[in-house]
Nanobody, 124 residues
Framework: QVQLVESGGGLVQAGGSLRVSCAAS????????MGWFRQAPGKEREFVAA????????RYADSVKGRFTISRDNAKNKVYLQMNRLKPEDTAVYYC?????????????????WGQGTQVTVSS
């Protein structure tokens, strides 16, 4: 059983930056693909970014490509999402998730463990 806990959300002005973190416990962190998803009010949860077990490979949603960076520290069992040039439409609850796959899945059904989420609000 993997436990995931997100932190680092908050309120930021448009154009600003924020880094959210996810701490993992209860499993072999380095064996999991890690992903970030987000869910805005009234919308479905959507893929944001994913990173391979080694951290060498990453994948991003088109809406965040060039602005967001996913990274991981296997020694600390953590995954990060650095968000730059934030826009009001980035406002959502951000979730981290783990997947026991090779590859970089982008759908929620491919991830088996989820955190509780952290709120990110971008004001205009």
């Amino acid at each position: 059983q993997v436990q995931l806990v997100e932190s680092g959300g908050g309120l930021v002005q448009a154009g600003g930056s924020l880094r959210v973190s996810c701490a993992a416990s209860g499993g072999t962190f380095s064996s999991y693909v890690m992903g970030w998803f987000r869910q805005a009010p009234g919308k479905e949860r959507e893929f944001v970014a994913a990173i391979s077990q080694s951290g060498y490979n990453t994948r991003y949603a088109d809406s965040v490509k060039g602005r967001f960076t996913i990274s991981r520290d296997n020694a600390k069992n953590k995954v990060y999402l650095q968000m730059n040039r934030l826009k009001p439409e980035d406002t959502a609850v951000y979730y981290c998730a783990s997947a026991p796959f090779i590859g970089l899945p982008t759908t929620t059904s491919q991830y088996d463990y989820w955190g509780q989420g952290t709120q990110v609000t971008v004001s205009s």
